[in-house]
């Protein structure tokens, strides 16, 4: 089983990473369901209390709790999907790393998306929202908000880095092929690697 896990910090391409997957046939699992099914549980509603349930889960189970109770679901996707590669969605910290490498062992392969914060904010200014001061402002905040709980950390950890600075097309051409191949086999992909590049590097 090839278990994919993505991180990157917002807007960076996750969301297109599992559209990529879903188009390919790869189920997609994202650990913020997880959160979201906890707060339907405790009679909650997710779009207002998602983060604070998420803390919640941490200080009543353990800070890879979202990891843990993502593991079955990743199982499940993996027995139900058409291939025996399921990508997941949502890592933020490096002990749910360490959930996921004990869990899959060599089947799990980290990939790191990422973007420069210009490019990250003026494409999540396209995805919805205007490109206001205080959007740049909010996109600080959730960067730094994302970087404490141990996202810039599990970041310096992947095995596969992908950057997310050319066309859509290009990005998504560089996921199917991670996907493709997944575990160690994605590893001579170099980081950032150009796709022009004859190999004539010294
Ligand atoms: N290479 C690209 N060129 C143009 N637009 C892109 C590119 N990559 C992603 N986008 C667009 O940028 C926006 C942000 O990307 P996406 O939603 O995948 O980010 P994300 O990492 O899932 O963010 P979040 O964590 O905030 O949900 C989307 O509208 C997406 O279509």
């Known amino acids: ?11 960076s391409g996750k969301g297109e990473a599992a559209n990529v997957a879903e188009a390919a046939g790869v189920p997609v699992v994202v650990m913020g369901d997880v959160i979201r099914e906890e707060c339907r549980a ?32 990743i199982r499940e996707a ?5 291939t025996d590669t399921v990508l997941v969605d949502g890592l933020r910290s490096t002990v749910e790393l360490e959930r996921f490498r004990e869990a ?12 420069p914060f210009e490019l990250r904010a003026e ?47 290009a990005f998504r051409e560089r996921v199917r092929k991670v996907l ?6 994605a590893a001579p992909a170099a980081p950032d690697a150009d796709p022009e590049s004859d190999g ?3």
């Open 42 to 73: 405790r009679g909650l509603d997710p779009a207002e209390h998602h983060g604070r349930i998420a803390g919640v889960l941490r200080e009543e189970e353990g800070d890879d709790a979202i990891a843990a109770r993502t593991i079955p679901r």
């Open 78 to 82: 993996a027995e139900e999907g058409e």
């Open 123 to 169: 494409r999540l200014g396209e995805r919805g929202r205007d490109d206001s001061d205080s959007d740049l402002e909010a996109l600080r905040e959730r960067d730094e908000r994302e970087i404490a709980l141990g996202l810039g950390e599990t970041l310096d950890h992947a095995d596969v880095e992908i950057d997310n600075t050319g066309t859509l097309e």
């Open 200 to 202: 004539g590097r010294p």
């Open 1 to 11: 089983m090839n278990v994919i896990g993505t991180v990157g910090l917002p807007g």
């Open 104 to 115: 899959f062992g060599d089947g799990f392969t980290l990939v790191a998306i990422h973007a």
């Open 180 to 185: 493709a191949v997944g575990g160690d086999a």
